[in-house]
């Protein structure tokens, strides 16, 4: 009899067009859009060097400690500027009137630096240039105190920085904010599955709906009738975001780490999670259908830009400002969970996202089992 309904539901649920739209298509078309999208979006964020000029006149020729400090810094792969040199003033000018550099030099009786607006490669070139003039300053008195320091190596400890701080990785994956999108559109779609949940209360509750009614005079018990169709629904979500997974892993190019079987777990245990709360709201709200529907995408929603699916330092604002609340929301818990395991080495942190999401579960699945079993019926 079990296996009967479980097949009839499932038939029915695949039937449902709506639902299929938007747990299975609905994602595939956000993973193709979050992947034109963010493809470039690191590489974007490579430093190129900066195009800067300066004026080659009688200043600048006689200041040998700028010319050497620039041209250090504008040699090599890891060089600040790309410098071009000219021989006017008014030539550094129509330069910089047309964009082909963001400023330039000229040496008179000091350093100046001419922009024409402000901006991120503008404000690396005056940083530059005034730590240029406070180290020229700062040896100028060290001589002017002592003759002697040339002779003791000042000009070669000018370039030495002592760092006392050693940065260690909390894993070995190399940071990508950019996976963060595609696991909380992971996560998205599992709460998605609430659709799934919805529609099982909703067709065992005999006063919304003809085929509940029919449904609660059928000689099967209800609850056997509302878990064949919970694991129907269930086997249906869980082959879906397999298919996600499987697309963003072969073709979007989407990294989960070395622990594949953690990442199928994790992807379960979201389809649960989504289940039980789509059971949950369904049971709990005694209005409409689409009273129902609208909280289940309200909060799937909210849950999902509070994790960062929208607005990816919204995830890390939270956890500064309000880190009870990114343990409280769900759909972060799922997408922090994926996150942990490509980038830690440790299962710490995944293992206590893996709890705390076990225990929503739970208390989604008692709190519907709760409801449902005392709800009767005096006549249907």
């Given at each position: 009899m079990f296996s009967h309904l479980f097949f009839t539901r499932m038939k029915c649920l695949l039937r449902n067009k709506e639902l299929m739209f938007w747990t299975l298509v609905f994602p595939l078309l956000m993973s193709t859009f979050f992947n034109m999208a963010f493809s470039n979006l690191n590489s974007a964020e490579t430093f190129k060097p900066v195009a800067v000029a300066v004026v080659n006149d009688a200043g600048y020729k006689q200041d040998a400690g700028f010319q050497q400090t620039?041209?250090?810094?504008?040699?090599?792969?890891?060089?600040?500027f790309?410098?071009?040199?000219?021989?006017?003033?008014?030539?550094?000018?129509?330069?910089?009137?047309?964009?082909?550099?963001?400023?330039?030099?000229?040496?008179?009786?000091?350093?100046?630096?001419?922009?024409?607006?402000?901006?991120?490669?503008?404000?690396?070139?005056?940083?530059f240039a005034d730590q240029y003039r406070q180290t020229a300053s700062a040896v100028g008195q060290i001589l002017a105190a002592n003759p002697q320091a040339l002779q003791n190596g000042l000009l070669e400890n000018l370039g030495l920085s002592r760092g006392y701080v050693t940065e260690v990785a909390a894993g070995s994956a190399a940071p990508n904010n950019i996976l963060n999108y595609f696991y909380s559109l992971i996560a998205m779609t599992c709460f998605y599955g609430s659709f799934f949940g919805l529609q099982e209360v909703t067709d065992i509750q005999a006063d919304l709906s003809a085929r509940a009614a029919r449904i609660n005079m059928s000689p099967v018990h209800k609850l056997k009738a509302f878990v064949a169709g919970l694991s129907a629904a269930l086997v249906i979500l869980y082959a879906e975001i397999l298919i996600l997974l499987a697309y963003l892993a072969f073709f979007v190019h989407v990294d989960f780490g070395p622990r594949v079987g953690y990442v199928l777990l994790t992807a379960f245990v979201g389809c649960i999670l989504g289940l039980s709360f789509g059971a949950l709201i369904s049971a709990a709200v005694k209005k409409g259908e689409g009273l129902k529907t609208a909280i289940l995408i309200c909060v799937t929603m909210v849950g999902s830009f509070l994790s960062g699916m929208?607005?990816?330092?919204?995830?890390?604002?939270?956890?500064?400002?309000?880190?009870?609340?990114?343990?409280?929301?769900?759909?972060?818990?799922?997408?922090?969970?994926?996150?942990?395991?490509?980038?830690?080495?440790?299962?710490?942190?995944?293992?206590?996202?893996?709890?705390?999401?076990?225990?929503?579960?739970?208390?989604?699945?008692?709190?519907?089992?709760?409801?449902?079993?005392?709800?009767?019926?005096?006549?249907?």
């Open positions: 620039l041209t250090m810094v504008s040699s090599g792969d890891s060089r600040i790309n410098l071009r040199e000219v021989s006017t003033q008014e030539e550094a000018e129509q330069l910089l009137a047309s964009d082909e550099i963001e400023g330039y030099f000229s040496v008179a009786e000091s350093l100046a630096l001419t922009v024409k607006k402000s901006g991120l490669n503008q404000s690396i070139i005056k940083i929208m607005m990816l330092n919204m995830k890390y604002i939270i956890a500064q400002k309000a880190p009870l609340l990114a343990y409280l929301n769900p759909v972060n818990l799922l997408t922090d969970a994926f996150y942990s395991l490509y980038y830690y080495d440790t299962l710490n942190r995944y293992l206590l996202n893996l709890g705390l999401m076990g225990v929503f579960a739970a208390i989604f699945c008692l709190g519907t089992y709760s409801i449902i079993r005392r709800r009767k019926y005096a006549s249907l």
